[in-house]
């Protein structure tokens, strides 16, 4: 019996310099619940793990590479943020439309016109773990275009598919997924698909790639009827001009448990199979666990390794991207699960 090859995982200290305060929730000021301590139980299981992961620090992603996918002005804003005082957290909290305004992303208070979402907050230290968040998907996507492996992972975090080209929002600030698949492109790859397994709709990579045939986005969520982030998700979105039906939304009722949640992901394979990528980014949020503080669905960390495995025997080489997945105990061990089982579905031992 062979084992299966070390996965190298992207990550650099950087990314817990940023501390997000706190959130409102219904009235309630809570702990922000995207906390350092999600990245630090992730690397620590796989820390413990040296036979099956390797931990390794990423190249900086260039501004051009930032560019292709995102709108200067959203960099210029996330810039800006830097210059706020050390204890500072800005909340954006105008937003401003149906004028004719134009706002500025040199001025901190027009950050609302970069924003699409008030517990997305802003302080000196965003800019720096959303550019090395993103460092960690581009340079694993760089790591499997050039061969050096099958499957890599980014632990992003800042998380990145709630991004659009130009706001921020959803915990996310730079758009990590897209951005592998768009370096992915750029590497020469002919067909590119994202698979998002986050619990929640990846409005951002959708938008990225609305008009882009090259680039099949594909998203497994709870219904936006009753969840973040509402206005998008919805099946009828399938992709815009040249790109009409390579955008595929799979929604799920609240509670849908791994064997609800299978049948969605069969539906998302065989969309897979026909569009035929080269490539594939996996935007691998673990917030659909049956504990997961801000998810809604039932799957335990058994059903996130048949997830993985079912994914990694489509046998493509593969990019996972850290999406959402908030702090539980178990938070290390539900990823190192979907990785292991994309591990175990690439080598071809099928699932039981
Ligand atoms: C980011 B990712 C709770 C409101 C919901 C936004 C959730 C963002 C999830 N008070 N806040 O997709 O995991
Ligand atoms: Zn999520």
Not at 269 to 289: C, E, H, K, M, N
Not at 304 to 324: H, K, N, S
């Amino acid at each position: 019996m062979t084992a299966t090859p070390v996965i190298p995982c992207f990550f650099h200290p950087k990314q817990l310099k940023f501390k997000p305060k706190y959130e409102w929730a219904f009235g309630e000021k809570i702990e922000h619940p995207e906390t350092t301590a999600r990245a630090e139980g992730i690397l620590a299981a796989l820390e413990q793990d040296p036979e099956h992961f390797v931990i390794r620090r990423p190249v900086e992603v260039t501004e051009e590479m930032i560019h292709s996918v995102h709108d200067p002005r959203l960099v210029r804003m996330l810039q800006t943020a830097q210059s706020l005082r050390k204890t500072d957290t800005f909340y954006p909290a105008v937003f401003m439309r149906g004028m004719d305004i134009t706002p500025d992303p040199g001025q901190i208070s027009h950050a609302g016109s970069f924003c699409f979402d008030s517990g997305t907050p802003l302080s000196r230290e965003t800019w720096l773990a959303a550019r090395w968040s993103a460092s960690c998907a581009v340079t694993a996507a760089m790591t499997v275009a050039s061969g050096d492996a099958r499957i890599a992972y980014a632990l992003s975090r800042p998380p990145g598919h709630h991004a659009t080209r130009g706001l921020f929002g959803g915990y996310c600030y730079l758009a990590n997924s897209s951005l592998a698949a768009q370096c992915l492109r750029t590497g020469g790859a002919r067909r590119v698909a994202v698979l998002d397994i986050d619990v929640h709709h990846g409005n951002g990579t959708q938008e990225v790639f609305w008009d882009d045939p090259d680039v099949l986005t594909i998203s497994l969520h709870g219904s936006p009827e009753n969840f973040f982030p509402f206005f998008t998700g919805f099946a009828e979105e399938i992709g815009g001009g040249a790109a009409r039906g390579t955008n595929l939304n799979v929604p799920m009722p609240e509670g849908t448990d791994g064997q609800a949640y299978e049948m969605g992901l069969e539906q998302a394979i065989a969309r897979i199979l026909d569009y035929d990528p080269s490539f594939l980014v996996v935007a691998a949020g673990v917030d659909t666990y049956e504990r997961d503080p801000m998810g809604n669905f039932g799957l335990t960390t058994e059903d996130l390794g048949r997830v993985g495995e079912r994914i990694g025997a489509l046998g493509l080489p593969t990019v996972a991207v850290q999406e959402g997945g908030y702090y539980t105990p178990h938070i290390g061990r539900n990823v190192k699960s979907l990785l292991a089982g994309l591990a175990e579905g690439a080598r071809g031992k099928k699932a039981s």
